[in-house]
């Protein structure tokens, strides 16, 4: 058999194996009886006082060590044995040495040891945790190795290691707890994370679930900005203690009998910080645990005379653990965070698959954007705007799509925002302006015989800032062969509101090549009617909010009131006002989202020169268009 070795611990058996012979000096004890025959020679035995069965070196060595013979029980013990196990060495002769260690605690360590008493196996090493007389522990390493064949014994040494271990242990608490709030650390927090998880997937005594508040202190950069990271410290270590008595307040209310313990606290770097509760019991326990922590850090700090109050955005994820990881659960409960900051922060928010699944789908089309364009994947639809007075098409605005080819068809509300956020807009922009312009000339080329339209396009404010719009501008037109003035630009009133420096620059030059430029939305940005003398803007496209809640005359239809459903005489107010100011300033006017008639009619009252809505056309392809110039006028739909 080949010679093989063991070492475990009486928590159970260690993996490693060391497979090197012991080395046996020629100094060894003599596991027989003395011999009744002569002595030894002054040459071969021991110096003059010594025992020939105990040399010299194993009496007096600071190792502790004992011979045992093949039926396992103690020859002889030196006195650093005795003195080890409090025994003394001369009580230990004749004892089972296997109860004097623990070898007999575990199976395999048991197994190894009977295997060298026979010779069998070359060598046991093995760590144990003996309870000495006194009622103190010892931690010890346990040796096991055979004598010569003739000795029919092996040599038992034991070595003190508790000092050794209680060093370990202290680096191992260093290693896994914060030195600022000595809570558990991150990597202290993620083995526990692992472990729980795995347990929970056996363990039928718990309810299988596992739940993760994950918290994040507002405001925290602004008071180490302020008042020095000292104080940033104490704020953390007192967080950190109210933290500690919420999980030990949420454990008292733990159903009795419940094996579960008070939920982890741990500081996960930062601001950050973390309560771990296994064993949990659906959402309900943890939104109460999230309360009870937002009401703990409510009440303000008194911090070596410094007063402070800061408040917590929470996440919140309570799922079954079978059918998570470690990584999806943080994944889940650091998106969840980041919408209770984003809700308006000092709130906790429950992790929404749905939402998740929204953000998911962000994601997955912000990846794919800019190569879209270059895929061609994008259409223009365009929308009519007709004239009040004779119901004619006067000009078209182009409304970007995109056929994706996992989500179908998409709006620009579900991918505008993304492409302003990524810079891709400039891209797509101008691939929108290029397109519309082409098909304005090519309806201009095939209806000679009517009034050109013009078409309106809209522009985001970081196309003005990212790129050189007016040399695009200029580049597209001459490519095109469209005029400028059959060319309208939107923007949002936001935008063009805080315009200034270059974008009023660009603004400025695009107006004075003879674009058109058009407020979108007015009336529920900003508002401010200084900014209409001062910019160069030729068209007011008023919000359909406004014509929603139009007052209706008696036998009128009244369906298309305000969002409650009532009619709102003052809106219509504000459109009479609003269209009289703009023609005065030699403004033309533009009403978004008309729908029935009777708003129409109304708006033509008012004077309002254009509208656009659903009444006269949805979105249409660039063949429907042409349809359209063909009529007389625009049919309502």
């Known amino acids: 058999m080949r010679e093989r070795t063991v070492s475990g611990t009486s928590q159970g058996p260690a993996p490693a194996a060391d497979l090197v012979r012991p080395a046996i000096t020629d100094r060894h004890v003599n596991a027989s009886v003395p011999s009744s025959g002569p002595s030894p020679g002054p040459s071969s035995g021991p110096s003059s006082g010594e025992s020939p069965t105990t040399p010299a070196a194993f009496s007096l ?55 060298v008493l026979r010779g069998r196996q070359a060598r046991l090493r093995c760590t144990r945790r003996l309870k000495q007389p006194d009622g103190t522990w010892l ?3 346990v040796s096991v190795a055979p004598l010569p064949e003739e000795e029919r014994a092996v040599l038992l040494s034991v070595a003190d290691i508790s000092a050794n271990r209680q060093l370990q242990a202290r680096l191992r608490h260093l290693q896994m707890h914060d030195p600022v709030t000595r809570l558990p650390n991150r990597t202290f927090f993620f083995d526990q994370l692992s472990v729980a998880l795995e347990r929970e997937g056996y363990d039928e005594a718990g309810t299988g679930r596992i739940g993760l ?72 326990q943890l939104a109460d645990l999230a309360d009870s922590v937002l009401k703990a850090l409510q009440a303000p700090f008194d911090l070596a005379g410094q007063r402070l109050s800061v408040s917590a955005s929470i996440g919140v994820v309570e799922r079954q ?13 650091d998106t969840t965070l980041y919408w209770a900051k984003a809700d308006g922060k000092a709130r906790w928010t429950l992790f929404d698959p749905e ?73 797509l922009g101008r691939w929108i302006l290029a397109t519309a312009c082409r098909q304005a000339r090519r309806w201009q080329i095939d209806h000679p015989d009517r009034a050109p339209i013009f078409v309106s396009v809209n522009v ?42 270059r974008p009023l620059q660009a603004l400025k030059a695009l107006s004075d090549m003879g674009v058109r430029i058009a407020i979108d939305d007015f009336g529920t940005g900003y508002s401010n009617l200084a900014y209409l003398s001062r910019l160069p803007v030729s068209v007011l496209k008023l919000d359909g909010a406004f014509v929603r809640g139009f007052q209706y005359e008696s036998g009128e239809e009244s369906g298309a009131a305000g969002d409650d ?36 009619s109304r708006l033509r009252r008012l004077g309002c020169d254009t509208g656009q809505g659903w009444l006269y056309s949805r979105a249409v392809s660039p063949e429907r268009i042409a349809e359209l110039l063909g009529a007389a006028a625009c049919p309502q739909a």
């Open 61 to 115: 060595a600071p190792l502790a060590m004992a011979v045992v013979d093949r039926d396992g029980l103690v020859v002889t013990a030196n006195g650093a044995m005795g003195a080890l196990l409090a025994t003394g060495a001369e009580p230990l002769a004749g004892r089972v040495a296997a109860d004097l260690v623990d070898l007999a605690s575990d199976t395999r360590t048991w197994h190894a040891y009977r295997e």
């Open 139 to 141: 931690w010890v390493q």
């Open 213 to 284: 508040v994950y918290l994040d202190l507002d405001g925290f950069k602004a008071v180490n900005d302020t008042l020095g990271h000292r104080v940033g410290d104490r704020l953390l270590t007192a967080v950190a203690e109210r933290l500690t008595r919420c999980a030990d307040e949420a454990a008292l209310l733990r159903t009795a009998g419940t094996a579960a313990g008070a939920p982890l606290v741990a500081r996960l770097g930062g601001d950050e910080f973390a309560l771990l509760v296994e064993d949990s019991t659906g959402t309900e």
């Open 321 to 333: 653990s079978g059918s998570t990881t470690a990584t999806g659960l943080m994944q889940a409960a």
């Open 355 to 427: 939402r998740n699944a929204h953000r998911m789908t962000r994601q997955a089309l912000s990846s794919t954007l800019r190569a879209a364009v270059g895929r061609g994947e994008f259409v223009l639809e365009y929308q009519p705007l007709v004239g009040m007075a004779e119901g004619e098409v006067r000009g078209v605005e182009a409304l970007v799509r995109w056929h994706h080819p996992q989500f179908g068809l998409l709006t620009p509300n579900r991918f505008i925002s993304l492409a302003e956020e990524d810079g891709s807009i400039v891209q």
């Open 460 to 501: 985001a404010v970081r196309q003005v800032w990212d790129s050189d719009l007016v040399a695009d501008v200029a580049e597209i037109l001459a490519e095109t062969g469209l005029a400028p003035h059959l060319l309208q630009l939107e923007l949002t009133e936001s935008a063009l509101m805080g315009s200034a420096g």
């Open 565 to 600: 459903g009532q009619p709102n005489p003052a809106d219509e107010i504000i459109v009479e006002a609003l269209v009289q100011l703009a023609h005065r300033l030699g403004l033309t006017v533009t009403a978004e989202g008309v729908e029935t008639d009777a708003q129409a």
